[in-house]
């Protein structure tokens, strides 16, 4: 009885090896995903290597400083335009004084497309973008009195905004008020 049974395993035994060595051969590997290093990292490592790293190894921060020399302040009017109406909803503004308030059409809100179009991280630029829907929605849900729909969208421009904060910190124009901001 043994010797019957045992025939029948070897042979699945066998088609178990060859599907999986098969298997193996041919499926598709995943390509290694590549991560940069910031500058930052990359000086602290030549400086304990007491060696420069080559002009390839060192990204171009020429553009990310710029755009923040430019830009800071119009991403900080912004942030005052937002908390602003942020306030106005916590406060519970009757709809009559704040309907004809234009979000999209503010001076602020316009300068603020313009840095988020402009930003050299496409990326990036879409987060500021997020940001500013997500004080629009917050706005215009808070006029419809969907309430929980504007604590949602409070809450994702509440992210953004911290975000954008530690984002800002990296090339600071003016570090007083982005921490007078933050602690607001």
């Given at each position: 009885m043994l010797s019957d049974l045992m025939l029948p395993i070897l042979v699945?035994?066998?088609?178990?090896v060859i599907m999986i060595s098969v298997?193996?051969?041919t499926r598709k590997k995943s390509q290694r995903k590549t991560f940069s290093i910031p500058e930052s990292k990359l000086m602290k490592?030549?400086?304990d290597n007491e060696a420069e790293p080559s002009a390839a190894e060192v990204p171009s921060d020429q553009g990310l400083l710029s755009w923040h020399e430019g830009f800071?302040?119009?991403v900080l009017d912004f942030i005052e335009f937002s908390d602003g109406l942020i306030e106005i909803i916590d406060n519970g503004s009757p709809l009559e004084k704040i309907k004809n308030i234009d979000v999209?059409?503010?001076d602020q809100t316009l300068e603020f497309q313009k840095a988020a179009s402009e930003h050299?991280?496409?990326e990036m630029g879409a987060?500021?973008?997020a940001m500013l829907a997500a004080v629009s929605a917050s706005f215009h849900a808070y006029l419809r009195s969907e309430l929980d729909l504007v604590k949602q969208q409070k809450s994702i421009y509440q992210?953004?905004?911290e975000m954008w904060f530690q984002r800002l910190r990296q090339f600071p124009q003016d570090i007083d008020r982005i921490i007078h901001l933050r602690r607001v």
């Open positions: 699945c035994a066998g088609c178990l298997y193996l051969r490592s030549s400086e800071e302040s119009t999209l059409g503010a050299p991280s496409p987060e500021l973008s992210e953004y905004r």
